[in-house]
């Protein structure tokens, strides 16, 4: 027995000396059973603590991660719909109905409007009917730029088709620029509940206002605006915010597309608005080929000066001179005077006395768009007495010489 018990003992020791990281060197203190172990089970310890913190620092690491993840998320969400206004803003157009009223032009309401057409000088926009209903006259302005005034330059708008049952129309407007970017129309008629919907226009004369949010159902619907005509079309349910002013403006998908026409908000619920479908759009821009490719550009008159009559001097093409009979006593009142043909008014003159003499003049000398100089006949005789620069185009005369 004391043979096989020292046998076993030698085992032991063996075992210990060749893997002294597993040897078990236990010291007991009292009766608290504090356990010291050798420096190798401290080593253990110590490796088993470095994995503690390490799974402790990777949870970490990987919590700061999903964080990170979710802000690059929603930083590229802000991104994405800043670039849809970038991509569309200068698309977008302000829409004045004005209607006749014996001789004079009253206004008579406003709307949104998308540029989707262009063949040379000529532009197609899309609204809604109601936009242009009862209008004789529509005036057109692009999205100024930073500092501009705002419909400074206000194009003639013209009728080239409606469908008032789906409650579309198409306008046309000429200038002398090439290069405003059109609005696309999305590929596909696929917009799916819970997809993004974005909209840029006038609610309520807040103009190139920008809003988002999104499909919540795909109806067929039929609504009026009065007791005599009943729309019907299919409609983009949204709750994209839209108020009066946004009418006729797009509604777009995040690539800047637009997969709908804005055209009214529940009056008996809160955030229910609806956009005319692009399935809808489609068929009336298809239907509405054919007077759209009978439109021929016409002399410039880029702007819109009530009652005016373009001149074209040398025959190019391009209209020099706007003359205007404001009182309609058949005696001319005002020139407008595109002198280098470039589409803006470089100078005007006005016959303030209505007697037949010219009295004033006043020129964009440097072709900024700024009046710069006046001259005037203060005695009637039909020469120049005196001349006013304006230096920093503030609109105040700076200097005054006699002639």
């Known amino acids: 027995m004391r043979e096989k018990f020292r046998i076993f003992f030698l085992i032991i020791f063996l075992f210990a000396y060749q893997f002294p990281v597993f040897s078990l060197d236990i010291e007991v203190r009292g009766s608290g059973g504090k356990l010291k172990g050798n420096k190798s089970f401290e080593r253990l310890n110590k490796i088993t603590k470095f994995k503690s913190t390490h799974n402790k620092i990777k949870n970490k690491t990987i919590l700061s991660a999903n964080i990170k993840n979710e802000e690059n998320f929603l930083r590229g969400l802000v991104i994405a719909r800043k670039n849809v206004y970038k991509k569309a803003s200068h698309s977008v157009v302000l829409i004045d109905n004005f209607r006749k009223e014996g001789t004079e032009f009253e206004w008579n309401g406003y709307g949104s409007g998308s540029l989707i057409k262009q063949k040379g000088k000529i532009y197609g926009i899309l609204t809604n009917w109601h936009v242009i209903e009862g209008g004789d006259a529509f005036g057109v302005c692009f999205r100024p730029k930073r500092g501009e005034e705002v419909c400074k330059e206000i194009h003639e708008g013209h009728l080239v088709s409606f469908n008032k049952k789906k409650d579309l129309a198409l306008l046309y407007i000429q200038t ?10 999305a590929k596909y008629s696929n917009a799916e509940i819970g997809d993004d919907a974005h909209a840029i226009g006038h609610p309520d004369g807040e103009l190139w206002t920008f809003s988002t949010g999104m499909i919540g ?70 239907s509405s080929a ?114």
């Not at 002398?176 to 129309?185: P, S, T, V, Y």
């Not at 709750?239 to 529940?266: K, R, W």
């Not at 004033?360 to 007495?385: H, P, S, Y």
């Open 176 to 185: 002398d620029k090439k290069n405003h970017e059109l609005i696309k129309l």
């Open 217 to 286: 159902n795909i109806v067929k619907k039929k609504w009026k605006y009065d007791e005599t005509f009943d729309h019907e079309a299919n409609l983009l349910q949204i709750q994209t915010p839209i108020n009066p002013g946004n009418s006729g403006g797009p509604l777009m998908n995040d690539d800047a597309e637009l997969i709908g026409v804005n055209v009214m908000s529940s009056t008996k619920s809160e955030n229910i608005n609806f956009a005319i479908a692009l399935d809808e759009v489609k068929k009336f821009i298809n």
């Open 290 to 403: 054919r007077k759209w490719n009978s439109i021929k550009e016409e002399i410039i008159k880029p702007v819109f000066i009530k009652d005016s009559k373009p001149v074209d001097d040398n025959n190019n093409g391009v209209a020099d001179r706007y003359i205007v009979d404001e009182n309609n006593d058949g005696n001319n009142d005002k020139i407008y005077i595109d002198e280098n043909e470039d589409g803006n008014i470089d100078g005007l003159i006005t016959d303030d006395n209505n007697d037949g003499i010219w009295d004033r003049f006043v020129l964009d000398e440097d072709f900024n768009g700024e009046a710069d100089t006046v001259a005037l006949d203060e005695n009637g005789d039909g020469k120049i007495d005196v001349i006013g620069k304006d230096f920093n185009e503030d609109g105040e005369i700076d200097k005054w010489e006699n002639v």
